[in-house]
């Protein structure tokens, strides 16, 4: 919207002033007439149908009746006060009850006049009973006036109700916008693509999505809104990704050097799987093009992403160039760092860690030898980003678990050199195919979905606390064969307190279960110190303990081949991908594995839907579509805090015809107009015209 209008403040609306002004942006978001323009009611009633008092459905969310006011009395005093009203049909008598905002219902009541009464019809002893109900004096001229078939229901809050903005309240408002901005409002979208997929006007969908005239126009002006909305995240998407590839030269990476050929043939202790091979192949491909290469790299846990990306730092250091990688919390850095050193033996290679913890002393030289270009590889937290961290020639970026990462974040990284490095972003949280097209569309997808050779799939079992000993079976038998266990148990949020009680309470029950000497525990909690943390983990990575009893989900994220059980306490707390992410953490060795999900007897339904999938399939990204459709786009991880995902009406889950169609639409505009010089696309170049503000995502992934 281009037109000064819309940016209008609110309070200069018909019918708000500063008061109410001052409500609605707090509440609501609505700061200008733009934001109560797309502020979307959620549902909408029908108010066409009538029922009798005697003949209403009590199964209804809402009836409405037409009934005759008899008496009205206040009654009870302080916190008991109430309005009770009597009113009658030709088949019965109803009572109407206010407990709040009596005064005003009191003054407005007329005795013997007709009202439509609209509600939730309940029974009190027999009798038809309706709390607090919308009511309006009967006429003619009210039922053939405005629309009525259905009425849009927009989301209120207490405080906004007090200012007399409820539903009805934002309907009058938004009715007040429209007579005044509707004939300013621009299409967005080109003739062309609306005539293909016979979309209403972007005015014609706003007004039907406000007061539609039937349910088929309502119909039509949803599909236009949602495939606006995915339609122009695509556009952003695909533009930025050009834009890269015709502005944004890359290192050529030209060469397969010594160090990539001699870890290959000598240093790999196992064979790639051809899934592997096929995302180096990829990666080799996109750093010979001269163009910067910004992919992610998709993979469950323990598929063998690292390897892949040490594999293309090496091709990077073989071109003359530097690469770091980045982790998310410092025990995955420091994982990562030791599992690269293990990998690439002593001297084969320069290689780093630098995270908060890192000692004055040893930064000093460490920032030398990266300045200097002797050190080839540095690994570390978010304190890679530090301007004092100079690299002399960075090549490639890796980033481990991006959603962690704000754009800024990765912005900084992106400038350490003069052609920017190129980036590689790994996750182990497989992300449905719909949402990484969203989320993720400017950048190219590999995929591993293939595990390891040798690697046995992880078995996983639900048991009811009923079934308890059952699972110490399970623990005494593995431990007997020199196996290690973990013990998760969910992190209540509001509560560390509530966390630490869960957890002592547990290990108090397998305390007495497994004795000391025989067996020994490693306890990891929030409320430890760092050092603590790590020594406990330590103990038992060396093996000196057989069960690590944890709370939070990242402290697991060490590898430890010989833990070949993952309990779950209380599992039907935990998210689909968080219960697949813990399951990860086993299965790491050449032994059969097992993931037991311990759960209460009462269940959810989704609780149930989430359990059964575990124990269904190991496929992460199975996985991934049904927490999907579970949770809906914004609860999945990471999404909410990237920015992109600013969706009204459209759900990627439901509507991922419509994405497929606005994708397509999108990819053929810039196949045959990349430029949008086009007359047709011109409406398309103008949405780019409009000045964003803050970092520009076109310059990074």
């Not at 008598?93 to 005064?103: A, C, D, M, P, S």
């Not at 005539?195 to 539609?212: C, G």
């Not at 969706?647 to 889950?653: H, R």
Request: net charge positive; proline share 3%; hydrophobic share 40%.
């Amino acid at each position: 919207m281009n037109d000064p209008l819309f940016k209008t403040p609110i309070e200069y609306l018909k019918g708000v002033g500063p008061q109410r002004a001052e409500i609605l942006k707090k509440e609501a978001a609505i700061f200008t007439y733009e934001d109560l323009l797309y502020y979307y009611p959620f549902r909408y009633i029908d108010r066409t149908q009538f029922y009798k008092v005697a003949e209403a459905p009590p199964d209804l969310a809402h009836v409405q009746i037409l009934v005759r006011l008899k008496s009205f009395e206040v009654i009870g005093e302080k916190q008991s006060k109430r309005l009770i009203a009597k009113a009658y049909d030709d088949t019965a008598e109803i009572e109407l009850v206010w407990f709040q905002g009596i005064r005003w219902v009191e003054k407005n009541l007329k005795l013997n006049q007709v009202y439509i009464i609209f509600g939730k019809l309940n029974y009190f002893n027999g009798k038809a009973q309706m709390a607090h109900p919308e009511m309006e004096l009967f006429s003619k001229e009210n039922v053939t006036k405005g629309n009525l078939s259905l009425q849009p229901v927009y989301s209120s809050t207490e405080k906004l109700k007090q200012f007399s903005l409820d539903t009805k309240g934002i309907q009058k408002l938004t009715a007040n916008l429209l007579e005044q901005v509707a004939d300013k409002i621009e299409e967005v979208l080109p003739r062309y693509i609306l005539e293909q997929y016979k979309l209403n006007s972007h005015k014609e969908a706003l007004l039907q999505i406000h007061f539609p005239t039937d349910n088929k126009s309502l119909k039509r002006a949803q599909t236009t809104l949602k495939f606006e909305e995915l339609f122009f995240i695509q556009l952003k998407m695909l533009r930025s990704k050009l834009l890269r590839t015709y502005k944004f030269k890359g290192n050529v990476f030209a060469q397969v050097g010594d160090k990539f050929n001699y870890f290959y043939e000598n240093l790999l202790p196992f064979s790639l799987t051809n899934a592997q091979k096929r995302v180096i192949k990829e990666i080799r491909s996109d750093t010979q093009k001269g163009i910067q290469m910004n992919r992610l790299v998709q993979g469950d846990v323990g598929s063998g992403k690292t390897v892949v990306a040490l594999m293309s730092m090496l091709l990077a250091i073989d071109n003359g160039f530097q690469a770091c990688l980045m982790a998310p919390t410092e025990i995955l850095a420091t994982q990562h760092y030791h599992s690269l050193k293990a990998l690439l033996k002593d001297d084969f290679v320069e290689i780093a860690l630098l995270t908060g913890s890192t000692k004055k002393k040893e930064r000093t030289i460490l920032f030398e030898k990266l300045a200097s270009g002797e050190l080839a590889i540095l690994i570390g937290t978010h304190a890679l980003i530090e301007d004092t961290v100079q690299f002399k020639n960075l090549g490639l970026v890796v980033i481990d678990e991006q959603h962690r990462f704000g754009v800024e974040q990765r912005a900084k990284l992106w400038r350490k050199n003069v052609i920017p490095p190129h980036v590689l972003v790994m996750t182990a949280t497989p992300i449905p195919r719909t949402l990484a097209m969203t989320l993720y569309g400017d950048l190219d997808v590999s995929m591993i979905n293939e595990l390891p050779a040798g690697r046995k799939p992880i078995e996983t079992i639900h048991l009811y606390e009923t079934q308890r000993l059952r699972m110490f079976g399970l623990m005494k038998r593995e431990i007997a064969l020199g196996r290690q266990v973990y013990i998760v148990y969910p992190l209540i949020q509001e509560s560390a307190k509530l966390d630490l009680k869960n957890l002592m309470d547990g290990l108090e029950v397998m305390a007495m279960e497994f004795p000391l000497p025989q067996y020994k525990f490693s306890v990891v909690h929030g409320q430890l110190a760092a050092k603590d943390k790590e020594y406990e983990m330590q103990r038992f990575v060396k093996g000196e303990t057989q069960i690590m009893v944890a709370t939070t989900v990242i402290e697991v994220g060490v590898n430890v081949p010989n833990a070949s059980v993952m309990i779950i306490e209380n599992a039907e707390r935990f998210g689909l991908s968080q219960l697949h992410q813990l399951r990860g953490r086993v299965g790491r060795g050449a032994e059969q594995s097992y993931c037991v999900l311990m759960s209460g007897v009462k269940l959810s339904k989704e609780a149930k839907i989430r359990l059964e999938t575990m124990v269904r399939t190991n496929d992460g990204f199975e996985i991934s579509e049904i927490d999907l459709q579970l949770r809906g786009p914004g609860d999945i991880e990471g999404t909410q805090q990237s920015g992109i995902l600013d969706l009204k009406l459209a759900d990627i889950s439901q509507d991922q015809q419509i994405l497929q169609e606005a994708r397509k639409t999108v990819i053929e505009i810039f196949e045959e107009d990349p430029d949008l010089n086009l007359e047709k696309h011109q409406t398309l170049r103008k949405f780019f015209s409009v000045k964003k503000n803050g970092i520009s995502l076109d310059k990074i992934s």
